[in-house]
C-alpha cells in the first residue's frame, strides 16, 4: 500500500483551473485538498474514470496530464468543459456506464451518488467487469457520508480491498475524509 505523496500543481494546471473555475482556485488547491490527492495520484496514472464529474474539472486536467479518461454522471447541467478525444464526458447513470464498460483503468474516482446501495452495485459492477488494472487505486469521496462509509467498508471486505484514509480540509465541511481502495493482487 503506497503512501500518498501530494504533489505540487504544474502552473499549466493552475491556469485551466483559474480560467474554467476562477471562484473554486483557491479551495481547490489548498495544502490537503481532494483536488491535490486526485492531482497527484492523476499525475502517475495512464487511465483514469471520474465517477461524478459535477463542473467537469478533472477532464481539462487529464487533458493537460496527457492522461486517457472517461468522467461519467447523471447530469450535466454544471459542466463547464467538452469532451476531447482521449477524455471523454458521458451523461448517464454510473450503473449503466458500468454494466456496459470494456475499459480497464489505473485509477477510479468514485464521486457520484452518496447512496449506500449504488455504491455497493458500483463496487460490484467494477470487479465483475474486470475494470481495474493491476496495482489501480480507488479514491473514494464522501467518507463523512454513512452510506459512502458503508460501502467502502463494504468494498475492503468483499473484496480484499487494502485501504487507507486521509483527512481533507478544502470542502465546506471542515475535516472529512476520503478513502483510498488498493487492489492487492
Known amino acids: 500500500m503506497r503512501k500518498i505523496k501530494l504533489k505540487n500543481i504544474r502552473a499549466d494546471v493552475l491556469r485551466s483551473i483559474g480560467d474554467v ?6 479551495r481547490m488547491t ?15 496514472s495512464s487511465s483514469f474514470l471520474e465517477i461524478g464529474y459535477r463542473w467537469g474539472v478533472f477532464v481539462n486536467v487529464c487533458g493537460i496530464l496527457k492522461v486517457n479518461s472517461e468522467h461519467v454522471d447523471i447530469c450535466d447541467k454544471r ?8 477524455n471523454k464526458v458521458i451523461t448517464t447513470p454510473s450503473i449503466d456506464y458500468l454494466t456496459t464498460c470494456d475499459k480497464r483503468f489505473d485509477l477510479v474516482f468514485q464521486d457520484g451518488s452518496k447512496d449506500y446501495q449504488c ?4 463496487y460490484d459492477l467494477i470487479i465483475r467487469n474486470n475494470l481495474l488494472k493491476s496495482n489501480a487505486i480507488v479514491i473514494v469521496d464522501d ?3 454513512k452510506g459512502c462509509k458503508k460501502a ?3 468494498a475492503i471486505d468483499k473484496y480484499g480491498f487494502k485501504s487507507r484514509t486521509a483527512k481533507v480540509t478544502d470542502k465546506r465541511e471542515k475535516g472529512y475524509k476520503m478513502g483510498f ?5
Open 21 to 26: 473555475f476562477p471562484e473554486r482556485l483557491s
Open 30 to 44: 489548498g495544502e490537503n485538498s481532494y483536488f491535490r490527492y486526485v492531482y497527484s495520484l492523476l499525475c502517475d
Open 79 to 86: 459542466l463547464r468543459v467538452k469532451s476531447n478525444k482521449n
Open 119 to 122: 455504491r455497493v452495485e458500483e
Open 143 to 145: 467518507l463523512h457520508y
Open 152 to 154: 467502502f467498508n463494504y
Open 181 to 185: 481502495l488498493y487492489l492487492s493482487k
